[in-house]
Nanobody
């Protein structure tokens, strides 16, 4: 099977920075798009940023110029560098990936989610 494991969340003051990491492991044939989403209390989960296998990126308007998504294909890892953090960035951040896995002689493509990591921006 496939697992996504996130790390790097925590408590930071407004204006500070954090770097989230998400590593995929398991019977991976290839990883297609990868993304970070977040869910604040009482709100719907929203897309923060995504990146294609070729490195094309897309950002929510609320994080443009402050957050940077990147990936290391050799390590099956996606990162989210978050700078100039604001209290409204407080949320649980989830990693998402579209992964083709192999099982015996077959391959299957599915959507996978990490367990989430808490980011709290507060003074």
């Amino acid at each position: 099977q496939v697992q996504l494991v996130e790390s790097g969340g925590g408590l930071v003051q407004p204006g500070g920075s954090l770097r989230l990491s998400c590593a995929a492991s398991g019977s991976i044939f290839s990883i297609n798009a990868m993304a970070w989403c977040r869910q604040a209390p009482g709100k719907q989960r929203e897309l923060v940023a995504d990146i294609t296998s070729g490195g094309t990126t897309n950002y929510a308007d609320s994080v443009k110029g402050r957050f940077t998504i990147s990936r290391d294909n050799a390590k099956n890892t996606v990162y989210l560098q978050m700078n100039s953090l604001k209290p409204e960035d407080t949320a649980v951040y989830y990693c998402n990936a579209d992964i083709t896995r192999y099982s015996g002689r077959h391959v299957y493509t599915d959507d996978y989610w990490g367990q989430g990591t808490q980011v709290t921006v507060s003074s």
